[in-house]
């Protein structure tokens, strides 16, 4: 049986769009973040409890609600949190939220997280473009019956993190004077932050950042054909690489100092994106 739910709650955002909104771009806001859902233009927002498929988010900082309205004069859809593996979901955990996204006609996803360094130089307070990630989770997103609708059964994840996007945003800190570093995520499943061992190990294998999202929206996207953005706010140097054990307090509090640069750096993309016509659907 396939699952419907993102045609469902679709239905449910359009029947609540303002006239005329075709949003283009879609993006979710990880810790910290949530303030940029505030400054948008005539949002409307809507609780994940009324969208079937959304996850309802147990995590304290992740506030579940999507939110239409206009930033930098670009139509947007914020997801407002966002559900995690280790909340019990399983990988399948934004699939379906991810699929609404392409069903509303965006053309990209601009995923947001918090993340530990793996790189000492690259330190809290930090921006990260990721430029492709390593699935340390236990499976992907795409395991089970495949869903036509959405895409085929297999698909390339080259280039999952797009490079022209990438250099679009790269100019863009250029021009507003942000430091945007670059970098391969690791996805760990948590919510335990990982041991200096793990650490080690995944800076052997590549990574250069890590966190506990990301890879359950960017699999399900690249399915479908969405563009995919994804930024990195740094919160600690990753377990073992700095002399104080990890936090949740941490991670919120330099996440809200990332993210004002982070912020600053998103309305000058999105004015940018502004300035490029939208592909013909
Ligand atoms: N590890 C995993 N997830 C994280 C971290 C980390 O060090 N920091 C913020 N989210």
Redesign the pocket.
Known sequence: MLNNSPFQAAAIVRSRMPANFQPRVALVLGSGLGVLAEQMQDAVAIGFDELPGFPISTVHGHAGQLVMGTLSGVQVVCLKGRGHFYEGYGMGVMTSAVRTLKLLGVEMLFVTN???SLRTEVDAGSLVALNDHINFLPGTPMIGPNDERFGPRFFSMANAYDAELRKLLQATAAEKGVTLHEGVYIA?P?PN??TPAEIRAFGRLGADV???SVVPEVVPARHCGLKVVGVSVI??L??GLSPFP?SHEQ?LKYAAIGAESLIKLILAFLENVAKTPAPKA
């Open positions: 918090a993340a530990g760990y948590g932050f990982e890590v966190g506990m919160t600690n990753a377990e990890l991670t």
